[in-house]
C-alpha cells in the first residue's frame, strides 16, 4: 500500500504509522462474550455450593440421628436454609440475565422523540388555538 502521508511526514519531519484496525471483534460483542463467561462462572459456582451443601446436610443429619444432639439439629437447620438462598440466587442471576437482556434489546431499538416547536409570534399562536378550539368545538356538534 503506497504511504499516503508521506508528503506531510516529509514536512513535519515525523513518521506516521498505519495500523489496522479488527473490525470483526465490536466492543458490544465483548460485553456480551464477557456476561456469558461471567453467567456461566456465577451458575457454576452456585450449583457447586447446593452440591457441597447439600452433602454437609447428609452428613450432619447422620450425626444429629446418632448422637441426638441439638446443636447438631441447629447446624442442620442452617445448612438447609443456606441451601436455599443458594437456590434463590440461582433464580435471580436467571432473571438478571434476562433483564440485561431486555435492556440490550431496547437499546438496540431507536428512539423517537417527536418535539413540536412553533416560530411565530404571540398573536399568531393565539389565533392559531382560537381556530383550533373553535375547529374541536364545530366538529363535535
Known sequence: MPDKFAAIDKVLGTQTDIVEVEESVKPIDRITDDLQKDYEYTRANLYS??????????GILEVAGEGGSARAYE???QIIKS??????KLVDLQKKVKDMDEDSDKSKAGNVTNNAVFVGSTSELQKLLKQGILNNSNEKN
Request: glycine content about 10%.
Open 49 to 58: 455450593l447446593v452440591e457441597k451443601g447439600q452433602e454437609a446436610l447428609n
Open 83 to 88: 441451601v436455599a438462598d443458594t437456590t434463590d
Open 75 to 77: 447446624v442442620a437447620g
